[in-house]
């Protein structure tokens, strides 16, 4: 079972600056990497697919990169309605079996 | 617009079932593989179960491999999961997605339908 790893657990920033998500892979996932941003109460809504291409209607502060086991998220200037708890995801390949990681969670500073 | 409306959750005794289902519209559910997403309050999220448009291919996380089916009606655009043999830590709020893109669990999701397993 591929096992992901997101640092930090917690990131406390301040409107404006720049985040960086880590997501790392136990082995490699290729390009078949996700990710999610997720708010209190709410379903989880899709930022990035196939590690560096962007949802529909997702703005472009949100940029994603990596391939095999270490990928990144950033959001180039944190929005107040950014914060949130964000998750990476993986597939596995054939069968499709996908895991998630454990969640970083941004705050306001 | 895609909507997904999942119904079908509430309190349910250990070792019942209960079925879950999620009605899809503004898309055309015939052409998309749908999958089923749980998370446990406070917690993180665990990918449950996937099928493909003619229900030919069904893919399940082993922790509910035998105890849940994913099956689909596409006349009535609508997905179900049928969970039997129910433990105290199935209860979570359980989410529908429409798979698009390969990577990803889900390009859309439902709001969610809680399950709590307890006696």
């Known amino acids: 079972e591929i096992v992901l790893t997101q640092s930090p657990a917690t990131l406390s920033l301040s409107p404006g600056e720049r985040a960086t998500l880590s997501c790392r892979a136990s082995?490699?996932?290729?390009?078949?990497l996700a990710w999610y941003q997720q708010k209190p109460g709410q379903a989880p809504r899709l930022l990035i697919y196939?590690?560096?291409s962007r949802a529909t209607g997702i703005p472009a502060r949100f940029s994603g990169s990596g391939s095999g086991t270490d990928f990144t998220l950033t959001i180039s200037g944190l929005e107040p309605e950014d914060f949130a708890v964000y998750y990476c995801?993986?597939?596995?390949?054939?069968?499709?079996?996908?895991?998630f990681g454990p969640g970083t969670k941004v705050d306001i500073k | 617009e895609v909507q997904l409306v999942e119904s079908g959750g509430g309190l349910v005794q250990p070792g019942g079932s209960l079925r879950l289902s999620c009605a899809a519209s503004?898309?055309?559910?015939?052409?998309?593989?749908m999958t089923w997403v749980r998370q446990v309050p406070g917690k993180g999220l665990e990918w449950l179960a996937i099928m493909n448009q003619g229900e030919s291919e069904r893919f399940y996380v082993d922790s509910v491999k035998g105890r849940f089916i994913i099956s689909r009606d596409n006349a009535k655009n609508s997905l179900y999961l049928q969970m039997n043999s129910l433990r105290a830590d199935d209860t979570a709020m359980y989410y529908c997605a429409r798979h698009n893109y390969i990577s990803s669990v889900g390009d859309y999701w439902g709001q969610g339908t809680l399950v709590t397993v307890s006696s």
């Open positions: 196939d590690a560096s």
């Open positions: 082995q490699s996932v290729s390009s078949y």
């Open positions: 995801q993986q597939r596995s390949g054939w069968p499709p079996i996908f895991t």
């Open positions: 503004g898309f055309n559910f015939n052409n998309f593989w």
